[in-house]
């Protein structure tokens, strides 16, 4: 059933056992999971089922650290959350990205990749994903075509991997008539947290306080209680919910918005491929997206080249992907940016403030700029190519100080602090995108794909303009996992330590963030928090029947 908080009463209470706040794809999974196992959930969202100016001021915040915009564009504060800007493409993450590496410090998961394997599994279809199938070979050969073929890479430091593209899924549209519709499900819109309040020893949250733009109250009482408003908002709702524990809950070490982590991104070096070598279209960047060519059995790829687990431990690195991309006619003018945006527009992303009508006269203005990019975007002619760059997204390293704080003096439209994000990068960050580059260079090189001109290193040098400040928008880690309450903030079923009710699903429980997309790991823990929770329910029932045995005994005729 889908509320409109916004027509309740005036000061409202909401009974419920699951109350999930967020509807993201890990909130919407999450209670989807938990309704369909005949469980009554309420799950808040901020927003209603569009964008709204007033609801998306409630993300400003200020950037103390590395330029860096997380607001408009980045976040959706609607039904369907960051599926509502995502870009669709899903990989796993890699095994050795849950183990303790001794050279990337805060790095180990309290779980490893085979915990996760089968809900993996189960994301797929969440995410409209094909098969649980991610060998290169497999689908160079469903393939089948000339310009879509693997790189002889037989040096051993160097592998090729696969990610596979989701329509995207944006969970507002494609779940809503499920939301709808489920027996055991209340969604309310426009309903915005505003603090949990706990008892008086801050051990269990007794009900959350919520409230509309237009005045209205609402409490929600639960038996459990999940975070699930995105790597920044959740870290922000414990900071504020400092009533009884003054530093904010699940803060007693200090740990909730530290390790902010996203991954950063930049295009480097220059590749000159071999005739042989220079139509293929596998690895570049450029040719991915809902690409005809780049497709098999209904499902969309896009290849990268990696180091392996093995170079990365004889190196001391941290993981990185790394792409070919084609460098088109008009490329970085005004009139590209605009052709861009209406392809964002097509693909049914949030673009605050976009408007339309001046981008169609920059690309009136810049014909040429204009045809030359939409031309090779749309029909690929390499003859058209003005060379070819790497594009490397590289694994941040885990850095207490990278932080989300409550930022004094501020406030939005409720009163709440509004956040500073301060986005650091060390320079093991800075090695990792020199020797991964390096490495690949030399591999395409020894085999005989091309010849590799490397930028200079970054190592030891501020980060240079061709950084793109705003990463990937991919929002981790500040509400790191860990068995230790001294090292994290959730355990590893996502529960807050020391405090019994309190779990929170999305990539902030994040320790570490590999170098793939976060959707789809994000996607397989909130599965696995749903069947945690109903265990948890059952077992809880189950107890309370048996003890409530004996009492009916003994009462009286």
């Known amino acids: 059933m889908l509320i409109d908080a916004r027509a309740l009463p005036p000061d409202s209470t909401v009974d419920t056992t699951v109350c999930v706040i967020g509807a993201g794809p890990a909130g919407i999974t999450l209670a989807l999971e938990l309704a369909a196992k005949g469980i009554d959930v309420c ?12 609801t998306r001021d409630l993300n400003r915040g200020i950037s103390s650290g590395l330029p860096y915009h997380f607001a408009d564009g980045c976040r959706s504060r609607y039904l369907g959350g960051s599926s509502n800007c995502w870009g669709g493409w899903c990989r796993a993450l890699d095994p050795w990205d849950f183990a303790v590496r001794p050279w990337v410090p805060h790095s180990g998961w309290p779980l490893d990749a085979a915990t996760l394997a089968p809900y993996y599994l189960r994301a797929h279809a969440v995410l409209k994903l094909g098969p649980l199938n991610f060998a290169p070979e497999w689908w160079e050969q469903a393939i089948g075509r000339k310009d879509v073929r693997r790189l002889p890479l037989n040096g051993g430091a160097v592998r ?9 899924v944006r969970f507002g549209r494609q779940y809503r008539r499920d939301l709808a519709q489920a027996r055991t499900l209340r969604v309310y819109l426009w309903a915005n947290a505003l603090n949990l309040a706990t008892d008086s020893m801050a051990t269990t949250v007794r009900q959350l306080d919520a409230a509309t733009l237009t005045g209205k109250r609402l409490r929600v009482r639960a038996r459990l209680y999940v975070l699930a408003t995105g790597g920044i908002e959740n870290a922000r709702l414990l900071l504020t919910s400092n009533q009884v524990a003054s530093a904010g809950l699940g803060n007693g070490n200090d740990l909730v918005g530290r390790y902010f982590m996203d991954h950063p991104r930049l295009q480097s070096g220059r590749i000159h491929f071999t005739p042989d070598w220079a139509r293929n279209k596998l690895y570049d960047i450029k040719y991915h997206y809902m690409n005809r060519a780049v497709q098999a059995r209904g499902t969309h790829l896009a290849a990268q080249l990696a180091l392996t687990g093995e170079a990365q431990a004889r190196e001391g690195l941290l993981n990185a992907r790394v792409w070919f991309c084609s460098q088109f006619p008009g490329e970085g003018s005004a009139a590209a940016a605009a052709l861009f945006r209406y392809k964002q527009a097509a693909l049914q992303k949030d673009q605050p403030g976009w408007r339309p009508l001046r981008d169609a006269a920059t690309m009136l203005r810049h014909p040429i700029d204009t045809l030359g990019y939409g031309a090779t975007r749309l029909f690929h002619p390499r003859w058209l190519t003005r060379g070819v760059r790497f594009q490397a997204i590289v694994e941040p390293q885990p850095d207490p100080e990278s932080r989300v704080r409550l930022l004094p003096g501020s406030g939005d439209a409720f009163g709440m ?13 800075q090695r990792t995108f020199d020797r991964t580059l390096a490495l690949i260079g030399a ?9 590799v001109e490397l930028d200079p290193p970054l190592e030891g040098q501020p980060w240079p303009p061709s950084l793109e400040a705003e990463g990937t928008w991919h929002h981790m880690g500040t509400t790191r996992m860990h068995a230790s309450p001294r090292h994290g903030v959730v355990d590893a079923h996502c529960r807050v330590h020391g405090i019994s009710n309190l779990y929170v699903a999305g990539s902030s429980v994040f320790p570490t963030a590999g170098a793939n997309f976060p959707t789809i790991t994000l996607t397989a823990l909130a599965l696995r928090l749903a069947d945690h929770l109903a265990q948890r329910l059952r077992l809880a029932d189950a107890m309370l029947a048996g003890a409530a045995v004996p009492v009916v005994r003994a009462a009286p005729a």
């Open 417 to 429: 602090l509004r956040v500073a994000v301060d986005w650091r990068l060390g320079g093991l960050v």
């Open 160 to 168: 090729d991997t696969l990610s596979q593209f989701s329509p995207p």
């Open 43 to 54: 799950l808040l969202e901020s927003g209603g089922l569009a964008p709204d100016p007033a």
């Open 443 to 451: 591999e395409l090189e020894r085999s005989g794909v091309a010849r």
